[in-house]
């Protein structure tokens, strides 16, 4: 790992054979995932069926080659191409509600959705 430092920003870069890896910072589902080409990211679910190619537009950054770029607060024309592996229900949780001398108890249970991808290309 190596560290540039750009004007007041300290960031941290990847270089694997000494050639800097390019990776996005994205948004969706309302939280931010760092991804490279070839990433397998497991994201909140999305509208897509599977085998099907989705592009996420909200990128908030972008680093490559030459430097790292910053959206205020997305990056126009930038967008990453994904491929929709499968759709699936993470581990259960269990929600369990009690009172005291009351004889309340209740037990929930929840699987969040997901939609796992393949990070394809970033482009920006």
Same mark, same amino acid.
């Given at each position: 790992?190596?560290?540039?430092?750009?004007?007041?920003?300290? *960031? $941290?870069? *990847?270089?694997?054979?000494?050639?800097?890896?390019?990776?996005?910072? %994205?948004? #969706?589902?309302?939280?931010?995932?760092?991804?490279?080409?070839?990433?397998? $990211?497991?994201?909140?679910?999305?509208?897509?069926?599977?085998?099907?190619?989705?592009? *996420?537009?909200?990128?908030?950054? %972008?680093?490559?080659?030459?430097?790292?770029? %910053?959206?205020?607060?997305?990056?126009?024309?930038?967008?990453?191409?994904? #491929?929709?592996?499968?759709?699936?229900?993470?581990?259960?949780?269990?929600?369990?509600?009690?009172?005291?001398?009351?004889?309340?108890?209740?037990?929930?249970?929840?699987?969040?959705?997901? #939609?796992?991808?393949?990070?394809?290309?970033?482009?920006?």
């Amino acid at each position: 790992m190596r560290v540039l430092k750009h004007s007041h920003l300290a *960031l $941290v870069r *990847l270089v694997r054979g000494g050639v800097a890896i390019m990776y996005a910072v %994205i948004e #969706t589902g309302g939280k931010q995932y760092r991804v490279q080409e070839g990433d397998i $990211v497991r994201v909140e679910k999305l509208d897509v069926e599977e085998g099907e190619k989705v592009g *996420l537009s909200k990128v908030l950054l %972008i680093s490559k080659e030459d430097g790292v770029v %910053i959206g205020k607060p997305y990056i126009e024309g930038a967008r990453v191409e994904a #491929t929709v592996l499968e759709h699936g229900k993470g581990k259960k949780i269990v929600i369990f509600k009690y009172k005291p001398k009351k004889n309340y108890r209740k037990k929930q249970g929840h699987r969040q959705p997901y #939609t796992k991808i393949k990070i394809e290309k970033i482009v920006g």
